[in-house]
């Protein structure tokens, strides 16, 4: 197994220790910044498995699948958590969730849709999908200590995660619809899709 792929791995298994932090934040204030400490170290995690799979020329097929499920779980992790009832609060708006909640499960399908045709996953994400995924990120951080944070920053951050996230997603639909008319059109053609992320 390579370098980066263990990497990626210690981000999946770093994901339940981050959730953990997160539902005991209504007990004790200290853990939010745990919490953040951990999704820095995700964060940072998904940097470094990007870079040492391109430096050491490690890309491979089994990186390119854990690398969006790593990404996936903690945003959607994240999202579901910091929209909850068990969440003390700054809590993400109701129209945030739900776009966020529902971009990351749509593309989700139509990734998976792809996979039943001919279509063949390509290992580098969509820019307008990295993009959005570190702000996603960002933002979850200034959630989560949201309690030293200024009000007006907390809703920068949650419109910028908006605007990046409706953007990416009809960018992500565009791309599926178009490779799947060219499927129609060339049936037995394979095509290439970019990485959800």
Known sequence: MTLANKVTIGRILLTPFLIICLFEVASAEWWRYLAASLLFLVGIGDVVDGYLAKKRNEATRLGGFLD?????????????????????????????????????????AGFLSLSFTNVQPNPWPCLLGRVNNNGQQIMYGIVIVGNVMPDFVIKFFWFGVGVTSLISFLAYMWLFVGI??????????????????
């Not at 994240?78 to 739900?98: M, N, V």
């Not at 799947?180 to 290439?192: D, E, T």
């Open 68 to 108: 969006p499920i790593a990404d996936k779980f903690v945003v959607i992790s994240l999202c579901i958590i910091l929209y909850s009832r068990f969440w003390p609060g700054p809590h993400l708006p109701f129209w945030l969730f739900a776009l966020i909640l529902c971009r990351e499960l749509l593309v989700i």
């Open 180 to 197: 799947l008319r060219r499927q129609a059109v060339k049936p037995g053609v394979g095509q290439r899709a970019q990485e959800v992320t």
